[in-house]
């Protein structure tokens, strides 16, 4: 055989392994981007119990009545920590969006303790599981 024809096939191999690589990673990466828009959609409308994500009311962190903004609930980071005596969903930016009617005086010393430290979450799957934690 000769060396341009075994190095042709070589390449040829390559460039396969190289496409059927791209392909899977495309693949994994829209299953992933699905997945996450999926959890937003789910947690959006459970945090919102059934209003308009856009037109959501949000309290400020002073907890003041007349005080709301509104705002999109579609954020990555968020810190839970207790509110006189519940438990308090914030944004990354400090507004209050849920409070869960949950009292904090039920819970283990060690999970009290953490909430009035606050526990910052740094995505939607990690929201959520710590929700059906305090509230299942």
Not at 77 to 98: A, H, M, P, Q, W
Request: hydrophobic share 45%.
């Amino acid at each position: 055989m000769d060396f341009p024809r075994i190095f042709l096939i070589l390449c040829g191999f390559i460039l396969l392994i190289c496409l059927a690589l791209s392909l899977t990673s495309l693949t994994v990466l829209r299953n992933a981007v699905s997945e996450t828009e999926a959890l937003r959609t789910e947690m959006t409308s459970w945090i919102a119990a059934g209003a308009e994500p856009s037109a959501l009311p949000v309290v400020n962190d002073t907890g003041a009545d007349g005080d709301t903004v509104e705002t999109d609930v579609l954020y990555d980071v968020f810190c839970v920590r207790e509110v006189n005596g519940k438990i308090g969903i914030y944004t990354s930016d400090g507004c209050l969006i849920r409070l869960l009617d949950v009292c904090v005086a039920t819970l283990p010393e060690k999970e009290r303790q953490a909430l009035s430290e606050g526990i910052c979450v740094c995505s939607w799957r990690e929201l959520i599981a710590l929700m059906q934690d305090y509230s299942g």
